[in-house]
């Protein structure tokens, strides 16, 4: 077992609940390409799969940050309650795959009979399980996290570890598991991974002692009213930045060869945008004195570099493509490499510089909306 008491190296400790949000997100988004795919097979279309699957993951993870990361604030054993979690959705995730796989026949008929209804069923089958994922992050930040002032840099640095593994989950479920092992067996593997995560987090309980919970305002000036007027605008911010991803995946087809690969090029630069931002507001969050002015900047120009990238695209994507893979293939790559190389360009073209600025207005949005008493919400 690791010891890591109140007193060792916050380092330390950042890194060990970072590796096992890593690998939790590894498997967070292994289950979301792979429900995807499935719901691309019951419903017919990729887009209403694509909306439906990210909409009741991402709700799930929205309700369960909320639930538990109150839960967390009382919580004298986080540690224990991630372990639960984990097994939690493991468990309920190997259940959704199996029952989604099976779900055809039902959903037709419910359709026929409830008409949109019936997108309630695999609704519920996806949000479920990601309300348990929603609960990680927040209960590590709790454990982590001893002052207010602390939470930004904390919850930074989960927040990209978590991301970082998600982007791993989301190219290693497209471009591996699945066409190796099947669907099936793919989402075996993640909910191998959540009990893993749980039998570790339960046995390092005993080595890792939680930090109090926050005790210190980091602006006192700030209100109740304007910690919870930046939490809407940063949801707000949140489901313009979630039809985004739907958008940018329907874009980026256009520039690749199959809808699959393009929603897992879109999702894994989405996410390594996140991780990039995070990771950088975390690192030089204690140097910030205007987090209102930062906050509202890094959203605002989100928005409009999105509209502006949209509005600019055109033959010059292409063309960059073709130069990127011409280089690939001179440098002696493979056909896989090559492209690759131009679905890295079209990715980048698109998504990566806004999600770089939503992903540093996460640890922003934190420090402002900690309060005098709560590490894990509001």
């Known amino acids: 077992m690791v010891e890591l ?3 060792s190296d916050t380092g330390e400790r950042t890194r060990t609940l970072g590796l096992l949000l890593f690998a939790s997100g590894i498997a967070a988004l292994i289950y979301q390409i792979l429900w995807i795919k499935q719901l691309s097979l019951i419903v017919g279309i990729d887009v209403y799969a694509v909306t439906t699957a990210v909409s009741a993951f991402f709700a799930g993870l929205a309700l369960g940050s909320a639930w538990f990361g109150r839960k967390a604030d009382r919580a004298e054993r986080p540690l224990l309650l991630y372990a639960f ?6 468990l309920l995730s190997a259940g959704t795959t199996i029952a989604l796989a099976h779900s055809g026949l ?6 026929r009979h409830a008409g949109i209804v019936a997108w309630l069923l695999p609704f519920a089958l996806i949000g479920t399980p990601a309300l348990l994922m929603g609960g990680t992050l ?3 930040v709790r454990a982590q996290a001893s002052r207010t002032a602390e939470v930004a840099r904390a919850g930074g640095a989960l927040y990209a ?8 989950g989301a190219l290693i479920a497209s471009f591996v598991l699945i066409p190796a092992i099947g669907i099936r067996a793919t989402g075996f593997a993640a909910a191998g991974i959540n009990i893993a995560l749980a039998i570790i987090a339960a ?3 005993g ?10 305002s980091l602006d006192p000036k700030l209100t109740e009213s304007q910690a919870r007027f930046a939490l809407a605008l940063y949801a707000i911010a949140g489901g313009i930045a979630l039809g985004y991803e739907v958008v940018w995946s329907q874009v980026v087809v256009q520039f690749t060869s199959t809808r699959t690969f393009s929603f897992a090029v879109v999702l894994a630069t989405y996410l390594a945008g996140l991780t990039i931002g995070s990771a950088l507001y975390a690192r030089w969050s204690h140097r910030v004195r205007d987090a209102w002015g930062i906050f509202g900047f890094l959203i605002a120009a989100a928005g409009l570099i999105a509209l502006l990238e949209i509005a600019g695209l055109g033959d010059w994507l292409m063309r960059l493509q073709s130069q990127a893979e011409e280089i690939v293939r001179a440098g002696g790559g493979t056909e896989l490499l090559a492209m690759c190389a131009r679905f890295l360009i079209a990715a980048l073209g698109i998504v990566f510089v806004p999600t770089v600025l939503l992903g540093a207005a996460f640890p922003a949005a934190l420090r402002l909306v900690a309060s005098r008493t709560h590490a894990g919400t509001d």
Do not use: D, Y
């Open 85 to 90: 979690l984990e097994l939690g959705i493991g």
């Open 138 to 140: 927040p209960v590590l």
């Open 203 to 205: 046995a390092l309980e």
């Open 5 to 7: 008491a109140a007193g």
């Open 161 to 168: 570890a978590n991301t970082a593994g998600a982007i791993a």
């Open 207 to 216: 080595g890792i002692r939680s930090k109090p919970a926050a005790t210190r």
């Open 106 to 111: 039902l959903f037709v008929t419910l359709q």
